[in-house]
């Protein structure tokens, strides 16, 4: 793919690595390229970072059609940069995509985007413990009708933020409230997809949540609103007696690269893991009866996050003593080791930049 790169002739200052927070620096560029049902995919370009031309009828303004990843780039010990598992964000956008009836991207051409945008602003990419370079590619049309049709024009966008922890207490516990008056996704939906859509339904849980004083929710099953599916930024694995559960791919949770990659670490250590529907009910019972040993979200922005407090309809339990657990706790360092180059990466799961 051939890419026109036009460089910012303005450098924006670095932030300070040790206050970054999440998401809210931008970095110096931004690539961009179109499609359209005659030319495919065309016009790669990574020009300075900045507004986008929108029309006021574009169909994704008013009709969502709007898909989006998110993965990360690594600084090594070494220096050197690398990414993680970038091929398996490529293939859940295409599904996304699909799904919304929007244009497949090519994992190839995708990897070769964010590999190009990633290497421009490489110097970006921080160098603190904790801290990592976000890559945010996402997909829209910016077509212009007000009648609901599908649309043939699509724009592809990658940004790229320096990010430290997601949460402002990094790794300490987050409170979760189980949501039982809302519902995130049912069957035949778009539960499974990464599209704003998902995120917009779910902001006034959120909103509930935070009033409350806690951090997430807890998405409950969109039908019987009984089993337990994922929190708002993440999926969530409990254990429980020694095995960890967690609610299985099956339409509605979103696939999540992070949940794959414990999934697989924990088959490797040993654990017994069920990808089944555990009732709401079950888990707070096990909760009260201390079989629940640790709960932790996964998710790329989040990596791990400890759970330290789930709240059902007022129904409050604590677990591991409102402490990272020792699991929760050892599967954030082997992940984010082998993430920053200081694990041998016995996976395959690791790109190069260069
Ligand atoms: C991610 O983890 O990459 C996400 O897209 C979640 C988002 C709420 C920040």
Request: glycine share 10%; with cysteine.
């Amino acid at each position: 793919m051939e890419i026109k790169i036009t460089r910012t002739s303005n450098p924006k200052e670095k932030p300070d690595e040790g206050s970054l927070g999440f998401g809210k620096y931008m970095t110096d560029h931004m690539f961009l390229m179109n499609y359209d049902g005659e030319e495919g995919w065309h016009d790669a370009r990574i020009v300075p970072y900045g507004p986008i031309e929108m029309l006021p009828t574009a169909v994704a303004l008013h009709y969502a059609q709007e898909t989006f990843e998110g993965l990360k780039a690594y600084r090594r010990a070494d220096g050197t940069v690398q990414l993680f598992r970038p091929e398996m964000n490529a293939r859940r956008m295409m599904n996304s995509n699909a799904r919304l009836c929007m244009p497949a991207m090519p994992e190839e051409m995708f990897v070769e985007a964010v590999k190009a945008l990633v290497k421009v602003d490489e110097d970006w990419v921080p160098h603190a413990p904790e801290t990592s370079l976000y890559i945010r590619p996402f997909m829209f049309t910016n077509e212009g009708q007000i009648g609901l049709h599908t649309s043939h024009h699509f724009t592809f966008c990658i940004v790229l933020s320096p990010v430290g922890a997601y949460y402002a207490g990094g790794l300490d516990p987050v409170k979760i409230v189980v949501e039982d008056e809302y519902v995130r996704a049912v069957k035949g939906g778009t539960g499974f997809a990464k599209c704003g859509g998902n995120y917009a339904v779910s902001m006034i849980a959120q909103a509930k949540a935070e009033k409350m004083g806690y951090s997430q929710v807890l998405w409950l099953d969109g039908v019987e609103r009984k089993y337990v599916e994922e929190v708002g930024s993440m999926n969530i694995m409990f254990k429980i007696a020694g095995k960890i559960y967690t609610a299985p791919i099956d339409g509605t949770v979103l696939p999540g690269v992070t949940r794959d990659s414990i999934l697989q670490i924990l088959k490797k250590w040993g654990y017994e893991v069920v990808e089944e529907r555990l009732a709401i009910d079950d888990l707070m019972k096990a909760g009260h009866d201390g079989t629940l040993e640790e709960v932790f979200g996964t998710g790329t922005a989040a990596v791990i996050s400890p759970v330290s407090v789930l709240n059902y309809k007022g129904d409050i339990v604590t677990i591991h003593d409102n402490k990272i657990g020792d699991l929760t706790q050892k599967l954030y360092d082997y992940l984010t080791g082998i993430q920053w180059g200081k694990e041998e990466d016995v996976f395959g799961w690791t790109v190069p930049l260069n």
